[in-house]
Each structure stands twice: as C-alpha cells, then as structure tokens.
C-alpha cells in the first residue's frame, strides 16, 4: 500500500497494491497493522457504512462534536469527489479543506481523521461509498456545515445546484458551527 500526503498532513489517501489479470483484480483493502505503520495512528473500527447515490448528489459536510468519527472511505462503484475540513480549532490547518477524487477504477481510500468534517459528491451516474468509522453513529451529536459556505470556498465539480438532504440544506457556515477546541481523542 502507497500512500499519498495531501495538503492537510493528517488527511492521508491510501492506494491499494492491486493484482490484476485477465480474470479481474485483488487487493487487500483494509489491513489493521499495515493501516496503523502506515498513518501512525492506532485506531478501532467500530462500524461500517455503505452508501449508493445519483450522480450530484452532495452529502456534507458532517461531523459529531461528541462520540467523534474518523472515517476511512473507498469506492465500490462509481466515483465521487471527496472533501475533508480541518474544524479542530486550534490546529494550523484549522479552516482548510483537502479533497480527492475516489473512484472503483482507481482503488484509493480516504482517512479522514476525528476532527474533520466530511462531504463528497457523486460525479459518475452512480456511486456505492463504502466506510468505516472509528466510533458509532450518533445522531444527537451530529453537526452539518453547509456544503457552499463562501469562507471556505470549496470548488465542487458540479454542473448545476447539486441534490442535497434535509439535513444537510439546514448546515451552517463554519464561523457559525460548533468545532473542536482541540484534536478529539485518538486524533492525529
């Protein structure tokens, strides 16, 4: 496994070492040991989550205040646009965001670590968002930031108003959101 810095240093993509032949391909998509050489982290995955989506739509940017989740995100099909926002206060990168395209085709995996918030959107017809969070889902503690606040001025590929939730048409800009003070525990 490779794995590739962003612009954020505790946001790593991983890219898989496939073999592939006529037949199709293998790679090993998840390895605890290799995972926790390769990021320095040592963290427990508690729950996996699969999503399938049309293309534009936009989940995000979501986050939990308490019971905080690191996310490791991968394609099974289709591609998306992945993006992660620093939200930890007192961090240099506090307010930046990093992104990366994850597709099936190109295997690579995206850690998110506690402390950020997360969003993608679907550019392919279709996209299956496989991950796997280092805590359990908590609705009470869940916190959206709008997916176009102008501060942070993400340039979503998006060819038109993208479809968005409920939920996620009520997000805040992130002057006005609730954030990390300082790295949640286990946090890089």
Partial sequence: ?????????????????????ERGFFFESF?????N??????VDFVQDNHSRSAQGVLRGLHYQIRQPQGKLVRVVAGEIWDV???I????????????????????RQLWVPAG????????S???????KTTDYYAPEHERCIIWDD?????????????????????????????VFERAPAGAT
């Fill in 125 to 131: 017809d279709t996209a299956e968002v496989l991950y």
């Fill in 31 to 35: 390895n605890a040991r290799r995972f």
């Fill in 150 to 178: 102008a501060e942070l001025a993400l340039p979503w590929p998006l060819a038109g108003e993208p479809t968005l939730s409920g939920k996620d048409r009520q997000g805040v800009a992130l002057r006005d959101a609730e």
């Fill in 88 to 107: 930890r206060r007192g961090s240099p990168t506090f307010g930046k965001w990093t992104a990366a395209t994850l597709s099936a085709a190109n295997h």
């Fill in 84 to 86: 992660a926002v620093d």
């Fill in 1 to 21: 496994m490779n794995v590739v810095q962003t612009d954020i240093p505790d946001v790593l993509i991983l890219e898989p070492k496939v073999f592939g032949d």
């Fill in 116 to 123: 950020f918030a997360h969003g993608f959107v679907v550019l």
């Fill in 37 to 42: 050489e390769l990021t320095g982290c040592d």
